[in-house]
């Protein structure tokens, strides 16, 4: 099914997305904050999950680059965070994400939000 690309310091996020969503045919795999645009050789996954903490300021910055980057400005990015970062995902759609998965989330939760961002990827030209 889907490639997830998932951009947190967080390696529990990383489990819990795959723990969701492997079942479901979708391969989750971690990638390195310094690499979110030179992924794998330049295979692109077909979904960035970024995590807000523990900086918003550094995963905003991320967001930028993968939509303004020519490679994955096609590809939807799923932000997830806390309640409390409500400023920063403000921030977030306004950038342009596909959608927010709010921490702490349930298996359900993150496959509900990951297909709904899957739905919104724009076929290339």
């Not at 969701?20 to 999950?49: E, K, M, Q």
């Amino acid at each position: 099914m889907a490639l997830i690309g998932v951009i947190s310091d967080e390696p529990e996020i990383v489990m819990a997305l795959d723990v969701a969503l492997n079942g479901y045919g979708h391969t989750v795999s971690r990638l390195g904050a310094g690499d979110s645009t030179g992924w794998l050789a330049g295979t692109v996954p077909d979904l960035f999950v970024v995590d807000l903490d523990p900086d918003p300021a550094t995963a905003m910055s991320h967001i930028r680059r993968l939509i303004e980057d020519d490679a994955t400005a096609l590809t939807p990015v799923l932000v997830t965070g806390t309640p409390e970062q409500a400023v920063a995902l403000a921030g977030v759609c306004a950038l342009g994400a596909a959608g927010y998965l709010r921490k702490p989330f349930t298996s359900v939760e993150a496959r509900s939000a990951t297909e709904r961002a899957l739905l919104t990827a724009l076929p290339a030209l």
